[in-house]
C-alpha cells in the first residue's frame, strides 16, 4: 500500500496553498484550546440531542458520531472539478434508469449484462414501462468520494436511495462557526446553510402536473427508532415540511392524504426515508407496519412524487457499479470526469482467479452489503479471516467485488496525542429538479478516527469533520 | 396540523405537568410525615399520597406496605409504574422527539436536558435531603419546559393543543386531591377542625403550591371551606377546576377560531365551565362535595375523549 496522501501536507511535507492559513493557525494554537473547544462540541452535539443508532447494539440507543474540530478543506479548482464529475454522474445515473424501466437499450447493447439487472434483488419490476413524474428518477444523490493523490478523486460509491449525512454537514458548519468565529474571518468559506432551500425547490419541482401551484410536500420517516431519525426530523423543521409516520397517511381513490386536526390534506410529494420494501405493504414487504397501504397505486396513477423514485437501487447496487464509466460514456457520449476506484467483478472467471491470488492486498466488498459490514481488508486481516474469507468468496462468486486497498488521502485530525493525520472520504449531495441540478459546496467529511484504519462508516467508529471549500 | 403531533405534544405537555405534580405531592407528604404523630395523627400518609397521585391500585398489586421508602420509590424512580416521575420524562422526551419540529429548540433543550440528568441521578437516591433536592429539580424542569413554551412558541395550534394539555392534567391532579382529601374538607358540625386537620389541610394546600396564595385571598387562618372553594371555584387560583376550565374553554376556542369550526370538545368545556361558574360553595356542600368531584372527574374524562376523537386520532 503506497504512503497515503495528505491534503494538508502533500507527500513531500509542504504545506498545500488551501492548507496555508489553517497550518499557521495550528502552528499557534495551544492543545488544551483544541481539547476544550472539542469538548464544547459535543456538548453542544449532546444537547441539540443530534445522536444516531447503531443496529445491533443493545445499549447503544443514541450515540454521538465523534465530531473533529479540524475542517477539511478543498481549493476552488478542486471543487469546480468536483461538482462537474457529480453534475455528470448524476445525469448518467437518471438516463440509466430511465432506460432499464424503459426501452433497456443499454441491456440490448450488451454493456450491462441482463441478469445483473433482472436476477437483483433491488430491481423493481413494477417499475418497468412506469412513467415518474418529470422523468427524474434520484432527486437526492450522495455520491461517496475518496481521494488518493493531489490530482485524482475517485467515486467509491454511488447513494441513490435514500441517502443520509447531510443533517451533518450543516450541523458542523453551524458548531464550527459558533466555535472558531476567527477561523472562519480569515477563510473566504463557501457557505452551504442554502442546501435546505434548495432541497425544498428541488421537491415542489418535481410535484406531479395535477398538484395545485404550491404543493404539500412531507418527509416520510420510518419513526423514532430509525438510526437517522434525528436527521429527518432535522430537515422536515428546515424545509419547514410535515415529518410523517406511515401511519399518518392513507389512500383514497388513488389520492394521498395526511390525517390532520383538521381532517385529510391532499399530499403531492413524499421525501421518503423509508426503503422501498417497507413503502407499501400491499405491493412489496406485506408485514410493513411502516409503509401506506395503496401508496404504489397512487404513485402509479402519477397522483403523488416519490422522492427519491422506487427502485432506483438497480443504479447504485455495488454489482452495476463497476459498469458505471460505461454506462456513463453511453448514455452521454462523454468520458467520466470522475473515475471509478479500479473494480474486479468476481462474477467473472479471470477475476475472480486474480482476486482470489491477491486476497491479502485487496478490499472484498458483498454487493448487497452496505454501512461497512461484511467486507474483508485484506491487508488488516489475519490468516483466518481471510481464509474464511475465501470460502466465502468461492461459494458466491457473484456476491463479491474486489478492489485495491486505496491509500485514502489524509487529513490532520484531533487525536489523543495531539493532531494527526487520519483517513477521509467525501459525500457530497447532488439534488436534481425537473429544472435543473443543485449542487452545494461542500458535503459531508468522514473520518476513520483510528490510526491507519480506512472505515470512515459512523457505525463502525468514524467521526466527520466540516467540509470547507473555498472562494476563488 | 397532523393530528399525530396535536396527540403528541398534548401528552407531552401533560406528562410534565403530571411529573411536577407527583413532585409536589411527595414534598407535601414528606413534610407532613416529618411531623410528631401529635400534629397530624396516625393516619398512613404515605398510602394517601399513592392514592392522590392516582396509583393505589398498581401499587398494591406489588407491594405489601406504603411507607416513605416503597411509595418514594414507586412514585418517583420505579420503571415499572408507567406514571411514575421517571417514567414521565421518559415518555415526555419519546413524545418531543417525534414531534420535534413542533417545538422550539428551548422547549426541546429544557426537555431533553431533564431527561439526561435524570439519567445522572441514577436509581432512588440515598438520603431524604437528596431526594428533596431531586423533588425540587423536577419542579424547576417543569416550570423551565413550560416558561419556554410560554415565551417561545408560535401562537398556533401547536401552542394551544400544548396548552390544553396542560389545563386537562392540571384539573385532573387537582380533582384527584379533592377526591382522596375530601373528608378533611367537610365542614365540621361544631367546631372547626383542631390541630391534626390543620396540618392536613397545608398539606393539600402545599400540593398545588397554594399556601401563600391561600392567605392573600381570603386573609384568614385556613378554613376547610375556604380550601375547597380555593381548589374548586377561585378563578385566581392557577389550579382550581375553574381557573383549568376558563383555560382550557379559551384554548379551545382559539383552535376552533383558527378552523373555523366549533365542536364536540368545544360545547362540552363550556358546559363543565358553565357548571362551576354557576355553583355555589353551599350548595356543592349539601348536594354533597364527594359526589360533586366525582361527577367533575367523569366530565374531565368524557371532554378528554371528545378531544381526542375531533382532533387526535
Not at chain 1, 278 to 288: C, E, G, I
Not at chain 1, 407 to 421: I, Y
Request: negative net charge.
Amino acid at each position: 500500500m503506497a504512503v497515503a496522501f495528505d491534503e494538508m501536507k502533500g507527500t513531500d511535507g509542504e504545506i498545500r496553498p488551501a492548507y496555508s492559513e489553517l497550518a499557521n493557525w495550528l502552528n499557534g494554537v495551544r492543545p488544551d484550546v483544541l481539547e476544550y473547544r472539542r469538548k464544547e462540541a459535543e456538548l453542544l452535539f449532546r444537547r441539540i440531542g443530534i445522536t444516531f443508532a447503531v443496529y445491533g447494539e443493545a445499549d447503544a440507543q443514541e450515540r454521538l458520531i465523534p465530531f473533529d474540530v479540524i475542517p477539511r478543506i478543498l481549493s476552488a479548482l478542486e471543487w469546480e472539478t468536483l461538482s462537474k464529475g457529480l453534475e455528470q454522474r448524476v445525469k448518467a445515473i437518471n438516463a440509466y434508469l430511465r432506460d432499464i424501466y424503459g426501452r433497456r437499450e443499454i441491456l440490448k447493447a450488451g454493456i450491462v449484462p441482463e441478469d445483473l439487472v433482472f436476477q437483483n434483488p433491488v430491481f423493481r419490476p413494477e417499475m418497468n414501462g412506469q412513467k415518474v413524474p418529470h422523468d427524474v428518477y434520484v432527486h437526492i444523490a450522495g455520491i461517496d468520494i475518496v481521494r488518493v493523490d493531489a490530482d485524482t478523486f475517485y467515486v467509491l460509491e454511488d447513494n441513490a436511495r435514500t441517502p443520509s449525512g447531510v443533517s451533518y454537514m450543516l450541523e458542523n458548519r453551524e458548531i464550527m462557526m459558533r466555535l472558531f468565529p476567527e477561523l472562519f474571518s480569515r477563510h473566504s468559506v463557501a457557505p452551504v446553510e442554502n442546501y435546505p432551500d434548495e432541497l425544498l425547490a428541488t421537491l415542489k419541482s418535481l410535484a406531479p402536473d395535477s398538484a395545485p401551484g404550491d404543493p404539500n410536500v412531507v418527509l416520510l420517516t420510518p419513526g423514532v427508532y430509525n438510526s437517522a431519525y434525528y436527521e429527518h426530523s432535522f430537515l422536515a423543521d428546515k424545509l419547514g415540511i410535515d415529518l410523517v409516520e406511515g401511519r399518518d397517511l392513507f389512500v383514497k381513490a388513488g389520492i394521498v392524504y395526511m390525517r390532520t386536526t383538521q381532517g385529510p390534506k391532499r399530499v403531492d410529494v413524499i421525501y421518503r426515508r423509508v426503503d422501498d420494501d417497507y413503502l407499501d405493504p400491499l405491493m412489496f414487504r406485506p408485514d410493513s407496519a411502516l409503509g401506506v397501504a395503496g401508496i404504489m397505486s397512487a404513485y402509479q396513477a402519477g397522483n403523488v412524487t416519490l422522492s427519491n423514485a422506487v427502485g432506483t437501487g438497480i443504479a447504485d447496487d455495488k454489482a452495476i457499479y463497476s459498469y458505471m464509466p460505461e454506462i456513463l460514456k453511453f448514455y452521454l457520449g462523454e468520458e467520466p470526469i470522475l473515475k471509478n476506484v479500479p473494480t474486479w467483478r468476481c462474477r467473472e472467471p479471470e477475476h475472480l482467479a486474480y482476486v482470489l491470488d491477491h486476497l491479502e492486498e485487496l478490499v472484498v466488498k458483498e454487493v448487497h452489503g452496505s454501512g461497512g459490514y461484511g467486507m474483508l481488508i485484506g491487508p488488516m486481516a489475519d490468516k483466518a479471516q481471510v481464509a474464511a474469507f475465501r470460502a466465502k468468496l468461492k461459494l458466491d462468486p457473484k456476491g463479491f467485488i474486489a478492489q485495491p486497498t486505496l491509500a485514502l488521502s489524509t487529513c490532520p485530525t484531533c487525536v489523543e496525542a495531539g493532531v494527526a493525520p487520519r483517513h477521509v472520504d467525501l459525500r457530497p449531495f447532488v439534488l436534481t429538479g425537473r429544472d435543473r441540478i443543485r449542487i452545494v459546496p461542500g458535503g459531508l467529511t468522514r473520518v476513520a478516527m483510528k490510526e491507519g484504519s480506512l472505515v470512515v462508516n459512523s457505525s463502525q467508529g468514524g467521526g466527520t469533520k466540516d467540509t470547507w471549500v473555498l472562494g476563488k | 396540523m397532523l393530528s399525530r403531533t396535536a396527540d403528541n405534544l398534548y401528552w407531552l405537555a401533560r406528562y410534565v405537568e403530571r411529573a411536577e405534580y407527583l413532585a409536589r405531592i411527595l414534598e407535601a407528604t414528606q413534610r407532613l410525615t416529618a411531623m410528631p404523630l401529635a400534629y397530624v395523627g396516625e393516619t398512613n400518609e404515605w398510602e394517601s399520597a399513592v392514592a392522590t397521585a392516582g396509583c393505589a391500585a398498581a401499587f398494591f398489586a406489588t407491594h405489601d406496605e406504603a411507607n416513605e421508602e416503597t411509595v418514594t420509590d414507586f412514585l418517583a424512580f420505579s420503571t415499572e409504574n408507567p406514571s411514575s416521575i421517571r417514567n414521565c420524562f421518559e415518555v415526555a422526551r419519546a413524545n418531543a422527539r417525534a414531534v420535534r419540529t413542533a417545538l422550539t429548540m428551548e422547549m426541546w433543550e429544557a426537555i431533553n436536558t431533564a431527561w439526561l440528568e435524570l439519567k445522572r441521578f441514577g436509581n432512588q437516591p440515598a438520603s431524604r435531603e437528596e431526594i428533596a433536592r431531586f423533588l425540587r429539580w423536577v419542579q424547576e424542569s417543569s416550570l423551565r419546559f413550560d416558561g419556554s413554551a410560554y415565551r417561545t412558541m408560535l401562537r398556533n395550534d401547536a401552542y394551544w393543543f400544548s396548552r390544553v394539555g396542560v389545563y386537562m392534567e392540571r384539573a385532573d391532579n387537582t380533582a384527584r386531591i379533592l377526591d382522596v382529601k375530601y373528608h378533611l374538607l367537610l365542614p365540621a358540625d361544631e367546631h372547626v377542625g383542631g390541630p391534626l386537620d390543620y396540618y392536613q389541610w397545608a398539606g393539600i394546600l402545599r400540593s398545588v403550591s397554594a399556601l401563600t396564595a391561600y392567605h392573600w385571598v381570603y386573609r384568614e387562618s385556613l378554613k376547610p371551606w375556604l380550601i375547597a372553594d380555593l381548589l374548586i371555584l377561585n378563578e385566581q387560583m392557577p389550579r382550581s377546576l375553574a381557573s383549568c376550565y376558563e383555560n382550557l374553554v379559551q384554548n379551545l376556542d382559539r383552535i376552533a377560531g383558527n378552523y373555523g369550526r366549533q365542536g364536540p370538545a368545544q360545547r362540552q368545556a363550556r358546559a363543565i365551565r358553565g357548571r362551576l361558574q354557576n355553583s355555589r360553595m353551599e350548595e356543592i356542600f349539601q348536594t354533597g362535595l364527594h359526589e360533586f368531584i366525582g361527577a367533575f372527574v367523569d366530565d374531565n374524562n368524557r371532554l378528554g375523549s371528545a378531544l381526542t376523537q375531533q382532533y387526535l386520532a
